[in-house]
Every structure is written in structure tokens, then in C-alpha cells.
């Protein structure tokens, strides 16, 4: 009797082949640096724009460069995410089908994978400048860590999420030269506290019952707390932004008063993102959510445009 093809299997379905299983691995390990995320890093561009710097070619190459490390530093973090929290994305119902949490993806490969495109990252940072490598160290080690203890310490979970922001658009600042305002460093972890509440109150509600089989940290929230906190942070950041665009210290650096005229637009994205969270049970990723709701996408969008028409002045205003 011969032997079977190595292409087959027993129950007679073909084996897929080195090549099929090469570009299988490929795509987990793509999916598990979760691209769609990356979305979060343009953070690392506020600084280009509220510092004035986005029509100069220098300044866009670093900050490009900058927004090109930190994609790969979250990549890092996610596979070290998901490699700690494999045991506990398989009890739920959308975690559950991740490359490592399935199995298509080893966690020893996937830890691989993270060490050699960290020593990268940095490396590249290096060459940005040391104050940006510092920032990018800080990062990567701060939301390493929060994959361990941190994420199971309420209340310091989400700030650390948050602070994970600030070092962002700090490193934006960093890596082209400019002052770092403190107006940015107050918009940005008051909008992603906003964020991070809101994926929690999603996680809770999503699961419900068995949230805390989940992540144990769930225990410590329930809905109508989570809901309190979103209230205030939303309330702050709106505030913030408006005295932000009125302050003296603005209106002396831009030389104009006109930024208040873009106000709305934040209004309209909270008011936005609120309705998405409690009317069609979003907000588990803000990254999606703002890619595939067009009201958030252009209303984001509109942001940006009328910022950069006050501040460049193309039109003489």
C-alpha cells in the first residue's frame, strides 16, 4: 500500500503547502501589529500643525518619520498584549478570533517578532534624534508594562492608555524642534481618557455577565460609574479646547482669534461618539469607529481643514 501524498490529509482535504502556510503566517502576524490601529499615531502630527511647521519639508520627513517609529512601537505592544492576554481573549467574542489567541499565530514567534521590530524602532529613533528615543523608550516600556500589572489597577489602566497619547504627540513635538504646549498636553489626555472610558463602559456592556472572566479589572467599574467619568472628561476637554483657542498665549502665537470658529466641530465629534457608544453599542475601537462612520471621518477631517486655513492663512483671513 503507498503512501499518502504529503499535499493530502486523513479525511482526504489537501494540506495547504509551505508557500499557503508562509503567507498565512504572514497574514497573522499582520493583523496581530493590527494596522487599522495605526490610525492613533497621527497624534504625532499636532504638533506639525499647531507648531506651524507643515509646509516645511524638514519638519514633515521627521514627523513622518516619527509617526512611521510609532506605528511599529504599537505594533510591538499589541503582539506583547496579545500574547499575555491570549488565555483570556479566547472567552471572548470578537478577542477570541485573533491571530495568537486562535492559534494561528505562536506567542514565541509573535515575542520574536516584537523584540527584533523594537531594537528597530528604536534604532530609528536614534537616528531622529536622542530626546525622540527617549520619548519612544518611555513609550515602548510605560504601555509594556501596563500589558502586565497596570492593566489590572483601576482607574491608573485608563490613564496609563491615556498617557500613552501624550507621549505621542510629545515625541511629535520632540522629534521637529518645537516647544511642546501645554494646552496639547491637556486636550490629548482629557480626549483620550474619553476613548479609553468608552471602551471600557463597551467591553462591560458588551459581555455583561461575563466581563470579568474577561478582564479582571471590569469588576472594578460597572456602567453607570464609567458613564460619570465619560460625563466629566467630555465636559473637560470641550472646555479645555474652547479656553485653548481664546487664551491669550494662543491668540499671541498665531496672531489670530479666529481658531474659536472651529469649536463646533469638536462638539459634533464627542456628541457623535457618544451617540455611537449608547445608541449603537460602539466604541470597543475608536480607530474603527473613526474610519467607518462618515459623520466622525468628515466631521475630523473638516477639523483639520479649517485649523490649517486659520493657521497657514492661505486665504488672508
Given at each position: 500500500?503507498?503512501?499518502?501524498?504529503?499535499?493530502?490529509?486523513?479525511?482526504?482535504?489537501?494540506?495547504?503547502?509551505?508557500?499557503?502556510?508562509s503567507?498565512?503566517?504572514?497574514?497573522?502576524?499582520?493583523?496581530?501589529?493590527?494596522?487599522?490601529?495605526?490610525?492613533?499615531?497621527?497624534?504625532?502630527?499636532?504638533?506639525?500643525?499647531f507648531?506651524?511647521?507643515?509646509?516645511?519639508?524638514?519638519?514633515?520627513?521627521?514627523?513622518?518619520?516619527?509617526?512611521?517609529?510609532?506605528c511599529?512601537?504599537?505594533?510591538?505592544?499589541y503582539?506583547?498584549?496579545?500574547?499575555?492576554?491570549?488565555?483570556?481573549?479566547?472567552?471572548?467574542?470578537?478577542?477570541?478570533?485573533?491571530?495568537?489567541?486562535?492559534?494561528?499565530?505562536?506567542?514565541?514567534?509573535?515575542?520574536?517578532?516584537?523584540?527584533?521590530?523594537?531594537?528597530?524602532?528604536?534604532?530609528?529613533?536614534?537616528?531622529?534624534g536622542?530626546?525622540?528615543?527617549?520619548?519612544?523608550?518611555?513609550?515602548?516600556?510605560?504601555?509594556?508594562v501596563?500589558?502586565?500589572?497596570?492593566?489590572?489597577?483601576?482607574?491608573?489602566?485608563?490613564?496609563?492608555?491615556?498617557?500613552?497619547?501624550?507621549?505621542?504627540?510629545?515625541?511629535?513635538?520632540?522629534?521637529?524642534?518645537?516647544?511642546?504646549?501645554?494646552?496639547?498636553?491637556?486636550?490629548?489626555?482629557?480626549?483620550?481618557?474619553?476613548?479609553?472610558?468608552?471602551?471600557?463602559?463597551?467591553?462591560?456592556?458588551?459581555?455583561?455577565?461575563?466581563?470579568t472572566?474577561?478582564?479582571?479589572?471590569?469588576?472594578e467599574?460597572?456602567?453607570?460609574?464609567?458613564?460619570?467619568m465619560?460625563?466629566?472628561?467630555?465636559?473637560?476637554?470641550?472646555?479645555?479646547?474652547?479656553?485653548?483657542t481664546?487664551?491669550?498665549?494662543?491668540?499671541?502665537?498665531?496672531?489670530?482669534?479666529?481658531?474659536?470658529?472651529?469649536?463646533?466641530?469638536?462638539?459634533?465629534?464627542?456628541?457623535?461618539?457618544?451617540?455611537?457608544?449608547?445608541?449603537?453599542?460602539?466604541?470597543?475601537?475608536?480607530?474603527?469607529?473613526?474610519?467607518?462612520?462618515?459623520?466622525?471621518?468628515?466631521?475630523?477631517?473638516?477639523?483639520?481643514?479649517?485649523?490649517?486655513?486659520?493657521?497657514?492663512?492661505?486665504?488672508?483671513?
Amino acid at each position: 500500500m503507498g503512501r499518502q501524498p504529503a499535499t493530502s490529509r486523513v479525511d482526504g482535504a489537501p494540506a495547504p503547502s509551505r508557500a499557503e502556510a508562509s503567507t498565512s503566517l504572514v497574514h497573522s502576524l499582520i493583523v496581530s501589529l493590527r494596522p487599522s490601529q495605526w490610525t492613533k499615531n497621527l497624534v504625532v502630527f499636532a504638533a506639525l500643525l499647531f507648531g506651524r511647521e507643515l509646509l516645511d519639508l524638514r519638519s514633515f520627513v521627521l514627523a513622518a518619520a516619527a509617526f512611521v517609529i510609532f506605528c511599529a512601537l504599537s505594533g510591538v505592544v499589541y503582539l506583547v498584549n496579545d500574547v499575555v492576554d491570549r488565555e483570556n481573549d479566547r472567552q471572548h467574542p470578537i478577542k477570541r478570533h485573533r491571530p495568537i489567541a486562535s492559534g494561528r499565530l505562536g506567542p514565541r514567534l509573535a515575542l520574536g517578532v516584537a523584540i527584533v521590530l523594537a531594537a528597530a524602532a528604536l534604532v530609528a529613533a536614534a537616528a531622529v534624534g536622542r530626546g525622540f528615543l527617549l520619548v519612544a523608550a518611555v513609550y515602548l516600556g510605560l504601555l509594556s508594562v501596563y500589558s502586565g500589572p497596570l492593566k489590572h489597577a483601576v482607574i491608573i489602566d485608563v490613564m496609563t492608555i491615556a498617557i500613552g497619547f501624550v507621549l505621542r504627540a510629545v515625541a511629535g513635538a520632540v522629534a521637529i524642534g518645537v516647544p511642546i504646549s501645554h494646552w496639547l498636553l491637556v486636550c490629548t489626555i482629557l480626549l483620550a481618557l474619553f476613548l479609553a472610558l468608552s471602551k471600557r463602559r463597551h467591553e462591560l456592556v458588551l459581555l455583561q455577565h461575563g466581563a470579568t472572566s474577561h478582564r479582571r479589572i471590569l469588576q472594578e467599574y460597572s456602567p453607570y460609574l464609567l458613564d460619570q467619568m465619560i460625563a466629566v472628561v467630555a465636559a473637560a476637554t470641550l472646555v479645555a479646547y474652547a479656553l485653548y483657542t481664546v487664551s491669550p498665549e494662543t491668540i499671541d502665537k498665531f496672531g489670530t482669534d479666529r481658531l474659536l470658529l472651529t469649536l463646533p466641530f469638536p462638539i459634533y465629534g464627542i456628541f457623535r461618539y457618544l451617540y455611537l457608544v449608547h445608541q449603537k453599542q460602539g466604541g470597543g475601537s475608536p480607530a474603527e469607529m473613526l474610519l467607518t462612520d462618515r459623520p466622525l471621518l468628515a466631521c475630523v477631517a473638516l477639523w483639520a481643514v479649517a485649523v490649517g486655513t486659520i493657521l497657514y492663512h492661505p486665504f488672508g483671513l
